[in-house]
């Protein structure tokens, strides 16, 4: 797994305000992605994901895109609401039909009153 | 409301003793995982199972834990013998057939004196 250390990235947003969280991902193989939320004291609650032939996938309130070309992903959340304060991972699966995700550093999003 | 279970939520042992973690996965999944989560190390996989076979367990220190599916609603991980090292959060996670989301438990917090 990727290394955390004491340090993670946060994200300060306004409450309202939408908030952009990205993941490099490792592997120019992955072919599906998945994010997921993970509040202080519970398990990561799964999100969103979405398959390497598509960008771009819409949720409720969130958005995921792809981009292929650079490895990256981000996490769009509209209208910030504190409940959405919490890390956000990103998990990549490295080869089709395994299931050994690889998950991202994690970052810590804070929602402003 | 299906949740994955995990028993039990918090762990204190001396070194040395035996540890056993148990989960229940959601009906219906037939993959199950074994992640420990630490602040150094982020998110590891240790092992996982489909249709209650062991598929990998890489991830796992060999000479001292092991995994099991006794049947299809029970998971165990076992420690034997704990070490302080081995102080971390274990999460359980299942999912339905075909590579797609995973679900977390509630995990379990390991203390090792």
């Known amino acids: 797994g990727e290394s955390v250390g004491l340090h993670l990235p946060t994200l300060s947003v306004q409450e309202g305000d939408n908030s952009i969280i990205n993941c490099a991902y490792s592997n120019s193989a992955s072919d599906y992605f998945i994010w997921y939320k993970q509040e202080s004291g519970k398990g990561p609650q799964f999100i969103i994901d979405i398959r390497s032939n598509m960008d771009k996938r819409q949720g409720q309130r969130v958005t995921v895109l792809l981009n292929k070309t650079v490895k990256h992903l981000s996490l769009q959340i509209a209208a910030t609401q504190p409940g959405d304060s919490a890390v956000y991972f990103c998990a990549e699966n490295p080869s089709s039909g395994t299931y050994k995700y690889i998950f991202g550093t994690g970052t810590r999003l804070k929602v402003l009153a | 409301d299906a949740r994955v279970t995990q028993t039990p939520r918090h762990k204190v042992t001396e070194m040395g003793q035996e540890v056993t973690m148990r989960c229940q996965p959601i009906?219906?999944?037939?993959?199950v995982f074994w992640y420990r989560q630490t602040m150094m190390q982020g998110l590891e996989l240790l092992a996982y199972f489909r249709n209650r076979a062991p598929l990998d367990d890489s991830g796992m220190p060999k000479d001292r834990f092991s995994a099991e599916m006794p049947d299809a609603t029970l998971a165990t991980l076992k420690i034997q013998p704990s070490e302080p090292r081995d102080s971390a959060v274990y999460f359980c996670?299942?999912?339905?057939?075909?590579?797609?989301?995973?679900?977390f438990g509630p995990g379990t917090r390991l203390t090792v004196t």
């Open positions: 996670a299942s999912g339905p057939p075909g590579v797609g989301e995973q679900y």
């Open positions: 009906l219906g999944h037939n993959t």
